[in-house]
Each structure stands twice: as structure tokens, then as C-alpha cells.
């Protein structure tokens, strides 16, 4: 089983084309998704994070409040590695049983944000980076999603740059234009995918 490192900046479409590449018939792991799952309802991170950062973060239905937790965890380093230190190992522990769910599949889609910023090029087989100008991306997330752009320009700082991801690139899929525009651009990918087994 190929691992397939898909990344690329906040809103640069990683969403868009790994939908593409599931219809190709790859399964996709999303590494948001994993994030979000370790703290739901019920889940022994949740009642560790409740237990350090507060146990007002959580209602009574069992739901985290995202952000007041991103306030209070992010507000120095002691407070981010004490998060880190409770998620990290349930996100990694989750990551690592879908990937031996699929074992047998030919090749695995790993929509990864932080591919470049945690250093998990080297874990893969092939490293494929989305790509859009940050103003394009800024444009879309503010239409689509309502957000705020300086808030958008924040997080962009925060991540890896265009060029440190463009240099471990294997594929780099180009999203300034259409979606339409995508779909020669995938095809060539899932060649190249396939011609790796
Ligand atoms: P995030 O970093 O927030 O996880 P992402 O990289 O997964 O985002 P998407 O959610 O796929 O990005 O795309 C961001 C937004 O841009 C979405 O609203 C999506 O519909 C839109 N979008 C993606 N590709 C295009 C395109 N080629 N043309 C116009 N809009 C697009």
C-alpha cells in the first residue's frame, strides 16, 4: 500500500481534490477529521483536556467549545505542548489503524494540512502539493466560508510557505484555475499513482 501525502495551504483545495481522488476509487484519510474525532463526546482526550484547560469547555451535551480551548491552548507554549501532549498520541494512534485498514488497497490518499510543518514527507511514498496564490485563496475562503481575511492571512503565516512545500513536491496540482481545470490534472496524478506499484 502507497502512502500518497496530499497538502497544500488553508484553502488551496486539498478537500476538492481528494474528493476527486476517492471517486477514483482511493480511500482517503483526513487528518482534520481525525483531529476533530479524538475529541468527541465521551472520549477519554476530551475528559483530559477538561481535566488541564478547564472543565467549562465542555457543555452538557459533551460538546468541546474549539475555540475557547484554541484560546486558552494556544495562548503560550506550556499550554500548546500540554495539548499537543494529550492529542498527539490518540491523533497518531487513529491515523496509524486506518492505515492498516487499508493495507491491502493499492495506494492510500493521506489529506494531511501540517505534511511539511510535521515533517511526515519522509513517512511517504509520493508528496503531492496543492497550489493556488495566496490572494485566490483568500478570495475563495472569504466567499465560501465567511472568513475573515486578516484571519486567514494570520494562519497563512503560521503555516509552511509555497516554496518549502513546492521543494518536496512529487506532483504539484495547480488550483488557480476552474474545478473543470482539475480534472486532466488528477487524471495524470492517479497514472502516476498507479505506475508506483
Ligand atoms: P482547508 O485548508 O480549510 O482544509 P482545503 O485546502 O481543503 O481547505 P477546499 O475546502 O477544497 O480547500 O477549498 C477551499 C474553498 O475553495 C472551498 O470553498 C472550495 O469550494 C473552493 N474551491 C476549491 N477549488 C476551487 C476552484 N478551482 N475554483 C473555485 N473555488 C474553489
Redesign the pocket.
Known sequence: MKKIGLT????????????LLEKEGFPVINA?EISRQVMEPGSEVLNDVAEIFGSDLIDKDGNLDRAELARRAFKDDHSTEALNGITHPAIRWRTERLFEQYRDEEAVIY?M?LLVENNMVRDMDMVVV?E?PAD??IE??V???GLDADDVRRRMAQQATDEERAAVADVIID????????APQVKKLVEKIHSLS
Request: aromatic share 0%.
Open positions: 497544500g495551504g488553508i484553502g488551496s483545495g486539498k478537500t476538492t481534490v481528494s474528493k482534520d489529506d494540512p496543492v493556488v485566490i485563496r475563495r475562503l466567499s465560501s466560508r488550483n488557480s484555475g476552474t474545478e473543470t481545470d482539475l
